[in-house]
Nanobody, 120 residues
Framework: QVQLVEFGGGLVQAGGSLKLSCVVS????????VGWVRQAPGKDRAFVAD????????RYADSVQGRFTISRDSAKNTVFLQMNSLKPEDTAVYYC?????????????RGQGTQVTVSS
């Protein structure tokens, strides 16, 4: 089993920034890619970003490319999502997740989610 716990959501004005953190524990040796998916009310889950757990190599959704940055502190088993130039359409619950295939909404483990709300 793998456990993921997110921190850092909140309310921010459009154009602002937030940084999400995700602490990963358990059978981390089994992980391929770890990243973030999000789900807005009434919408389907959407891929945001991921990176190789051992190898790095970030991948982003077109909607966040150039605004969001995923990174990792290997010593602390923590993954980050720096979100800049936030837009109201970024409002969603953000889930840290193990994403086996990469660039996908299919996850095998995920956290409890953290709410990000961007006001216009």
């Amino acid at each position: 089993q793998v456990q993921l716990v997110e921190f850092g959501g909140g309310l921010v004005q459009a154009g602002g920034s937030l940084k999400l953190s995700c602490v990963v524990s358990g059978r981390t040796f089994s992980l391929n890619r770890v990243g973030w998916v999000r789900q807005a009310p009434g919408k389907d889950r959407a891929f945001v970003a991921d990176m190789g757990w051992s190898s790095g190599g970030a991948r982003y959704a077109d909607s966040v490319q150039g605004r969001f940055t995923i990174s990792r502190d290997s010593a602390k088993n923590t993954v980050f999502l720096q979100m800049n130039s936030l837009k109201p359409e970024d409002t969603a619950v953000y889930y840290c997740a193990s994403i086996p295939s990469g660039g996908s909404i299919t996850v095998n483990y995920r956290g409890q989610g953290t709410q990000v709300t961007v006001s216009s």
